[in-house]
Structure formats: C-alpha cells, structure tokens
C-alpha cells in the first residue's frame, strides 16, 4: 500500500554478519523512517530521514545506520547484527513531518 | 521526552459491543495526534486530531481530543470481528512516539 516496498521480507542470518534492509517508495515523499517493532514495545523509531543524505537518530540507533542516496531509497543497515536485533522492522513515510505516515509490509529478521 | 500511554493494554468484547480506547499524551509542543489500525501487517491510518479538529468520525469508528486534558479517545460501535486488532496512537513530531497500543479481540 501507499507506493511502499520493503525487501526481504523475512531473513534469517547469523549474529556477526551485516544485514541491509531496503526501502522503496514510489510516492515521492520526503521522509522516510524506519522502525523497529517488539512485544511490549510498540513501535520504536530507528532512524529517519528528511531528504536525500539527510538523516537523523531515533530512539533505539545504537547499532544501526542509514543511508539515503535517492529519494525513493532508504537503506538500513545492521553491521554486526546481534540477537537483541530479532524483531520486525517497518518502513514509512510521509509527505512533511506532522503529517500521517504510511507503513511498508515490513520485514521479519531473525538472529540466530 | 514526549511520551504517549495507551490503555487498556487489552480487551475482549462481543459482536455489537461498544468498545471506548484511551490514549493520553505528554507533549512539549503539540501539533496532532494520530490513531492507527494494525491488524496482521503494518499499522494502518485511521484519524488525525489537530487543534483546528478535535473530533473525527468514519463510519462505526469516531475519535475525539482534549487538548486541555491531553487525552484522545477512540470509539468503535457496533463491533465486528474485523475490529479485532491493535490500535496504535501516535504524536507525529520528528521522533515519532507510539503508545504501546491497545489489542481488541471481538468475539462472534
């Protein structure tokens, strides 16, 4: 929905390894952000960006980057993926900062 | 730091019960406050309460905001089992707050 593709949907790796997350928008919005999701937790923002190289920490960064090279991409990145990083993770964007966001289908990523 | 809190965490009704959610906020500057739909998949939009729109309706589902008690309440009558769900609200400032959201289970 919403002009939103996430890629993989699901991954299963090991800890230790990198894992790029990507997110695609057909909608031309200028921010983008990604979440991460986790029982009792809710929805915890990673990162967002509010235009291209632009970019900016959330609440739970440690041991995450962004990269955001075109308008319709935004990467995210685990270098050194570890358990603790096993959740659900949501892409979204929006046309300004106080307006909705617009979810991806997200992508479950286990850490073995 | 902005905080949103959800309650209840959870609740069971039957079919054509109606269901009353509660969302509280603390905000250093409010702008609005959001409401969302998740079912298996990503959260969904439903309503956005801005100080020019304190009430929002759409069919069996209606929000309302008290800025001076900064609290928002979403109704849904006459539930259905396409209800059941988590309910998310959210304060859209650049770091986006949740609330952990409440799950409604609406039985047949």
């Known amino acids: 929905d919403a002009g939103i593709t996430q890629s993989p949907r699901h991954k299963v790796t090991e800890t230790g390894t990198p894992v790029t997350l990507r997110c695609h928008q057909t909608?031309?919005?200028?921010?983008m952000y990604w979440y991460r999701q986790d029982p009792g937790h809710g929805l915890r923002l990673i990162h967002y960006?509010?235009?291209?190289?632009?970019?900016d920490k959330g609440e739970v960064s440690d041991g995450y980057s962004v990269s955001r090279s075109k308008t319709e991409d935004f990467l995210l990145t685990l270098e050194s993926a570890t358990s603790s990083q096993t959740s659900v993770y949501f892409c979204a964007i929006s046309v300004s900062s106080d307006q909705p966001q617009h979810f991806g289908d997200g992508t479950r990523l286990s850490i073995l | 730091e902005d905080k949103v809190v959800q309650s209840p965490l959870s609740l069971v009704v039957h079919e054509g019960d109606t269901v009353t959610l509660n969302c509280s906020y603390e905000v250093t500057n409010f702008r609005s406050l959001l409401w969302y739909k998740q079912e298996k998949k990503a959260p969904t939009f439903l309503f956005m309460l801005?100080?020019?729109?304190i009430e929002k309706k759409s069919g069996r589902l209606s929000s309302i905001l008290d800025k001076k008690e900064l609290f928002s309440i979403l109704n849904i009558t006459a539930t259905q089992t396409g209800d059941s769900a988590v309910y998310l609200c959210a304060n859209p400032d650049y770091k986006l707050s949740f609330g952990a959201g409440t799950t409604v289970t609406v039985r047949a």
């Open positions: 801005t100080s020019s729109g």
């Open positions: 960006s509010y235009g291209v190289k632009d970019t």
């Open positions: 909608e031309n919005h200028r921010y």
